[in-house]
């Protein structure tokens, strides 16, 4: 870990804005892999329940041969077998955070550089930040990031607007109960130059429900 680490310090101090984007576009592949995964299980259980829950008292229903959905049922597969894995879905995930990476890179430069966190003073420039971030930041890039998943997706403004209608402040809501306290920690305790991969971790599971919430809206639209 600590030659990762050393590694990590070293391409950062040569290329810090391209190093922070690799880092982020490798996390976001990795949140939205999650995602998938959980998706994938969650559809396994509903199958599994469904037949489970299917009632067999009245003893084994044999197959009409004679309907004529018959066989195309049987070659189409059922709506809930699990989805595969959309590596489409993948490569924009880490686009987006590779395409953030050097927003946030100034972002987390532009707080420390206003917020100066000294032995002296620390936890009041540190809520400052945390109350800038999230007041300012956290609700242009929760915007930025459903407008570009829906057009990277193919939807145009009315598919962007539907998604804000529905999306949009419920996802706010659970930024707020996430990130202000994981924020606090990091701009607290944690060096600028991981700052932002400190974000890009904690936001594996928060990308992953980001990736769960876009894509159960793009199962009805």
Known sequence: MSRLIMKFNSYYADKPVLTIM?????????????????????????????YLGKDISDGIEMPDYNEKHYLADSIIPHKNVPPRFDFERLTRFMSYGFIMSPVQFQWFGFLSRVFPITKQSAAIPALKRV???QLIFAPIG??????FMTVTEGGGRRAVFR?????????LK??????????????????????IPFVSTVGIAWTAYLSLTNSSEDDKL
């Not at 990795?30 to 396994?44: G, M, Y």
Request: charge should be positive.
């Open 163 to 171: 998604k804000f209608q529905d999306l949009y402040l419920p996802s």
């Open 174 to 195: 659970a930024n707020f109960m996430l990130w202000p306290a994981a924020q606090l920690l990091n701009f607290r305790v944690i060096p600028l130059q991981f700052q």
């Open 131 to 133: 109350a800038f971030d």
């Open 22 to 50: 690799i880092t982020n576009a490798v996390l976001g592949g990795i949140a939205d892999t999650v995602a998938q995964s959980l998706t994938a299980i969650r559809a396994k259980a509903i199958q599994r329940n469904m």
């Open 142 to 147: 929760l915007a930025c990031f459903f407008t």
